[in-house]
């Protein structure tokens, strides 16, 4: 079974517009982190934001929020007023046993591509 | 911002060559990782590690193998590279914190013809 979906595999927004990408996982450890990864064409992936499974309120950063629904395992990124430079591909990704203190890797879902209309 | 950086950026190479990805960071990071990605597909690890002379293999088999000699320094060897090995090669990054942020390098894409 997928331990990370994101079910929209592309989105257009125009500009200026808020844009919600969704992201469902499967765990059955109590300790977890959630991450949100912005790809752009040139392949680096670079950290958005994090939400840890014991937290209280949903992360936030600048114009990126985490929509965290802990029962329903749903980890929704939103970004307020999209702009040009949205466009990319954008992760959710998972890792698990965070009290463990382990050096296993993420869990990554299959992405949704971003465009941003003018 | 991270500073974890990746040699070459892209590498077009015969089939049968021996090849190896650069990884360094400056951060002293004791965790590091090599993900594998294809084309408009989703990441996955193939190789970890959690410091010096530590190297574990990840979800993905893979061919290649990995080397941790020096904290900041973790390079990915293939002996024999072949088409199949064509792919996106991301290395990462991480402290031993609870929340272990991982930060990426920009990646080697690969292409054996």
């Known amino acids: 079974a997928q331990k990370i979906t994101q079910t929209q595999p592309g989105m257009f927004v125009q500009e200026k517009e808020a844009v919600t990408l969704d992201c469902t996982y499967d765990?059955?450890?109590?300790?977890?982190?959630l991450f949100w990864y912005k790809q752009p064409s040139s392949g680096e992936m670079i950290f958005l934001i994090y939400q840890g499974s014991y937290d209280q309120q949903n992360a936030t950063e600048g114009r990126y929020s985490l929509n965290f629904q802990k029962a329903r395992k749903s980890a929704n990124l939103v970004i307020s007023a999209s702009q040009l430079g949205d466009s990319a591909m954008y992760f959710c990704a998972m890792r698990e046993g965070l009290t463990g203190g382990g050096a296993d890797g993420l869990t990554f879902g299959k992405g949704t591509h971003l465009i941003i209309q003018p | 911002e991270a500073d974890i950086y990746q040699t070459p950026r892209y590498l077009v190479i015969g089939t049968g060559k021996k090849i190896t990805l650069e990884c360094s960071q400056t951060m002293g990071h004791d965790k590091m990782y090599w993900y594998q990605q294809d084309p408009g597909m989703e990441l996955h690890l193939i190789h970890y590690s959690y410091g010096v002379n530590s190297t574990e293999k990840g979800d993905l088999s893979s061919e290649s193998t990995v080397s941790r000699i020096r904290t900041e320094h973790f390079p990915l060897t293939l002996e024999s590279a072949r088409p199949s090995h064509t792919s996106q090669y991301l290395c990462a990054s991480s402290e031993w914190v609870a929340k272990e942020t991982q930060y990426f390098g920009p990646g080697t894409r690969l292409l054996v013809l």
């Open positions: 765990t059955s450890d109590p300790s977890y982190g």
